[in-house]
């Protein structure tokens, strides 16, 4: 079949807006988001702060195995989007700080309802028909 011999639709659709005009971020920060997730490094941090809820970054380098250098450049990269939060507290010698991370409730739900969802559905299809 030809270009020319397919019929036109009368009307292109538009999708729905995908934000609310009250939205507290922007289509940019959303593809951001997004866009931090799809490196498997990353990905790898956020799964392991979201199944311990916050971890100091020696605790979070060692379970993750990335080279250091790489490690602290992923986690900033996690927090400058929003989907890691990072907090320091002082030693108890008050000598210096120890910093911690948890997930936001972006990341946690990016995971939850983004790539690990598909996963979940690609594994539910794969037990029923087989």
Known sequence: MSETDR??????RQPDPLLPDESGL????????QQA?????RF?????LVAN??????????????????????LDELVAVGLVDKRQRRTADSQGFYTYYR???MGRGILDHGVEELMRREREFNDAYS
Request: glycine share 4%.
């Open 26 to 33: 922007t289509l940019a920060e959303y593809l951001s988001m």
């Open 103 to 105: 997930p936001t409730g």
């Open 7 to 12: 019929q036109q639709p009368e009307e292109i």
């Open 53 to 74: 809820d916050e971890l100091s970054a020696a605790d979070l380098k060692a379970a993750v195995d990335v080279e250091s250098h790489n490690f602290h450049y992923h």
């Open 37 to 41: 997730i799809g490196h498997p490094t």
């Open 44 to 48: 790898r941090i956020l799964r392991t």
